[in-house]
């Protein structure tokens, strides 16, 4: 790499660095919520495609949280395994495309999980690719 290159690429990383401590990212708070039949636990495991949030193991009505900033270019993914009774399920529990949401509330219900945002309740139904 020539003299000129490494001077370029420097100035890139430090104009990525500046824009960061310039345009802070918002944080996003996650909350999954066990909605399931009374009794029932919910074994829920979160991950991006940098991070393994582990395995959480939720009581009926109880939740599981975690807080990120999404990434400069609007591609943060996560998501999540769901799993009782024997079955197991997954769903994209945010992504950049889909959500605007910087407190997202989740209630995981069997029919698939519900985005509760103010008065508004959204549910989807859960991924089926594999």
Same mark, same amino acid.
């Given at each position: 790499?020539?003299?000129?290159? %490494?001077?370029?690429?420097?100035?890139?990383?430090?104009?990525?660095?500046?824009?960061?401590?310039?345009?802070?990212?918002?944080?996003?708070?996650?909350?999954?919520?066990?909605?399931?039949?009374?009794?029932?636990?919910?074994?829920?495991?979160?991950?991006?495609?940098?991070?393994?949030?582990?395995?959480?193991?939720?009581?009926?009505?109880?939740?599981?949280?975690?807080?990120?900033?999404?990434?400069?270019?609007?591609?943060?993914?996560?998501?999540?395994?769901?799993?009782?009774?024997?079955?197991?399920?997954?769903?994209? %529990?945010?992504?950049?495309?889909?959500?605007?949401?910087?407190?997202?509330?989740?209630?995981?219900?069997?029919?698939?999980?519900?985005?509760?945002?103010?008065?508004k309740v959204t549910?989807?139904?859960?991924n089926t690719d594999?």
């Amino acid at each position: 790499m020539n003299a000129s290159s %490494i001077n370029w690429l420097l100035s890139l990383m430090h104009l990525f660095v500046a824009s960061e401590t310039i345009l802070p990212r918002h944080k996003v708070d996650v909350l999954i919520y066990n909605y399931l039949q009374n009794g029932t636990d919910l074994t829920v495991h979160c991950k991006s495609k940098d991070d393994d949030l582990g395995v959480r193991l939720l009581a009926f009505r109880n939740y599981y949280e975690f807080k990120f900033r999404p990434n400069l270019f609007g591609t943060t993914l996560f998501y999540c395994s769901m799993q009782w009774d024997g079955r197991m399920h997954w769903f994209n %529990i945010y992504t950049s495309e889909r959500d605007t949401c910087t407190y997202c509330l989740w209630n995981v219900k069997p029919e698939g999980p519900c985005l509760v945002e103010y008065k508004k309740v959204t549910c989807y139904s859960w991924n089926t690719d594999a």
